[in-house]
């Protein structure tokens, strides 16, 4: 009897031209790290007096579809989560290409994905799925992932693949070795670690339908946070968080030319820190900050990938 293997797993993505209906072409097979995404439908117990001590039958509640991906931060894979997470991209150039994701869209795009488990065989195609944020962590080594967190509106099961004969898109890593950080078009030095959350604040419309699914999503107000850990060298970070001014934060990741990745957070704002003494080790400082909507550009944030991908 087979077995189950994540080893073995595949997954499969294309865009709806009508949310929760699975395009019949157009699916890539896209790498991913692991993935919680699923669907899920609990019992609720029964309440009922008056029939003994032993309980009658639980009923089943509403079904619920969602999860996680976590997918490496590529050269080109990755522009298929950054068009989940803002829309699609304005796109220039020849060769290389270069896309311009941008924040503040009123619409986002809804995903096909399915889950492959060739051995049982179990092919689970999740409809209506929408990025509800995309985090990543910067660090000075390790692999660079990014976690793409969605909303669907529900799970088919079947026996067979309902994602035709996907194609790929190339494989080509970022790593925390390539990353940089600027503030303000300086490189920011003493940086220990990073973290960057987008959030689109999904609203679930839950209503009453014979098949259990939800409605659909409304993006709500987006959210851009994060996390910066610095030896604690100067100043400028306090000085900045004290006066309560923005600064723009750029986070970057290059291959060359014709490969790269920035994200910018055009008006960042710095928490006042603790500065604690834990010992004779050197000390750090902990900004938890949050961005807004600068004046020029009047958005919160905008994500470059640079390939040879001729389009998203």
């Known amino acids: 009897m087979a077995r189950a293997h994540g080893a073995r797993a595949q997954m499969a993505l294309a865009f709806e031209t009508t949310y929760g209906t699975a395009p019949t072409t157009g699916f890539r097979v896209v790498p991913f790290a ?25 009923i089943k ?3 619920t579809a ?50 492959a488990m060739p051995e049982v065989p179990r092919y689970a195609m999740y409809t209506g799925c ?57 490189p920011l030095g003493n940086v220990i670690s990073a973290e960057v959350t987008y959030s689109n604040g999904l609203d679930r419309i839950e209503t009453i339908r014979p098949d259990g699914k939800i409605e659909g999503v409304d993006p709500g107000m987006a959210a851009l946070t994060g996390k910066i850990e610095a030896r604690f060298a100067d100043t400028t970070l306090i000085t900045q968080a004290m006066d309560g001014t923005p600064c723009e934060l750029v986070f970057g990741w290059s291959l060359g030319a014709n490969a790269s990745f920035s ?21 750090q400082a902990t900004f938890d900050w949050q961005a807004a909507k600068a004046a020029s550009p009047a958005r919160l944030c905008t994500a470059t990938l640079v390939n040879t991908v001729i389009s998203y």
């Open 130 to 186: 929408v990025c509800d944020q995309l985090s990543w962590q910067m660090a000075r080594s390790g692999l660079l992932t990014a976690t793409a967190r969605l909303v669907a509106q529900g799970e088919t099961v079947a026996a067979a693949t309902a994602a035709g004969t996907p194609t790929s898109l190339s494989l080509q890593r970022f790593g925390h070795f390539n990353g940089s950080i600027s503030r303000n078009g300086v």
């Open 263 to 283: 994200f910018t957070a055009h008006a960042v704002y710095l928490p006042r820190p603790r500065i604690e003494i834990p010992g004779p080790q050197g000390i």
């Open 61 to 63: 509640d509403a079904v």
């Open 34 to 58: 692991s993935t919680t995404l699923g669907s899920e439908q609990p019992l609720i117990a029964s309440e009922l007096l008056g029939q003994g001590r032993d309980p009658l039958a639980p």
């Open 66 to 115: 969602d999860g996680d991906v976590v997918v490496p931060l590529d050269v080109e894979n990755f522009g298929l989560w950054l068009k989940a997470a803002f829309g699609a991209p304005t796109t220039t150039g020849t060769t290389p290409k270069t896309h311009t994701f941008q924040s503040g869209g009123w619409a986002l795009p809804s995903m096909a994905i399915e889950t």
